[in-house]
């Protein structure tokens, strides 16, 4: 096994132990997550290893386990893993692509090289991080509680953090260490201050606060087409590592 190949698995699993579902399920090398529908990526099927059993009954099985739960059945497929027979078979029965998403790494081992923040870089608690998201980026209240029972899982340590200007926040993020890989996520500038560098400046603070804690490596997920987005973690030493794709159940007739 390469090392990248190494590092693609790596990551996939503490991206999933950073994002934890709620429930889950192992089938056969199938991961099986369950959120009570917040999020795609706590609400599906992930092949992690290869597997034994005929892809139609597996398929099958998992369709019928969803729906009890009233919950489209979601796949998501990764270029680590042999996925082709199963994406083809997901084609055939009316399964549809979205949201084409890179894995980007970065190498957090020599600090010096790491880019250096403005200082209002603040970490706070969780439920205070909890409503500068929500405040950011409108979360409906519905969606509150269960973004909250999410974090609550995390079992690893987590940097909830914000920018601020003044006693405003403008950006905020949240970054997951395990071990040597510090994973961001929810990071987010408020729509008025977009493109003023305000989301630099926080990915550079977490990556920063990641390798004084040991962490060599960071990545994250951006959607493929999201070209800003692309540009700055570009900017930030981040590369591609890997890729993945959701397949949905087609809509009912």
């Not at 880019?115 to 603040?122: A, C, M, P, V």
């Not at 405040?135 to 690893?156: D, F, R, V």
């Not at 994250?220 to 890729?243: I, M, S, T, W």
């Amino acid at each position: 096994m390469t090392d990248r190949v190494s590092l693609s698995r790596r990551v996939e699993e503490a991206s999933l132990n950073a994002w934890p579902a709620l429930q889950q399920i192992l089938l056969d090398g199938w991961l099986l997550r369950f959120a009570n529908g917040f999020t795609k990526r706590a609400n599906s099927i992930v092949p992690l290893y290869p597997s034994m059993q005929a892809i139609p009954n597996k398929v099958r099985y998992c369709e019928n386990l969803y729906t009890r739960k009233q919950l489209k059945t979601i796949f998501r497929l990764t270029s680590i893993t042999r996925t082709n027979e199963l994406d083809d078979f997901l084609t055939a029965r009316g399964y549809e692509h979205h949201d084409s998403t890179l894995v980007l790494q970065a190498d957090l081992s020599d600090r010096s090289q790491l880019k250096q923040s403005s200082g209002k870089f603040e970490l706070i608690d969780q439920n205070d991080w909890l409503k500068v998201y929500t405040k950011l980026t409108n979360m409906p209240e519905q969606a509150q509680s269960l973004h909250a029972a999410i974090l609550n899982g995390i079992q690893n340590t987590c940097a909830y953090a914000v920018l601020m200007e003044g006693e405003v926040p403008l950006a905020c993020g949240l970054g997951v260490l395990e071990q040597e890989l510090l994973g961001l996520f929810d990071v987010v500038t408020q729509v008025d201050h977009r493109s003023f560098g305000l989301g630099t400046d926080l990915v550079a603070s977490l990556l920063n606060w990641g390798a004084s804690k040991g962490a060599r490596t960071g990545y994250l997920q951006v959607v493929r087409d999201n070209e800003p987005a692309r540009g700055l973690y570009e900017k930030l030493g981040f590369g591609e590592l890997y890729r993945y794709w959701y397949r949905i159940s087609p809509p009912e007739d």
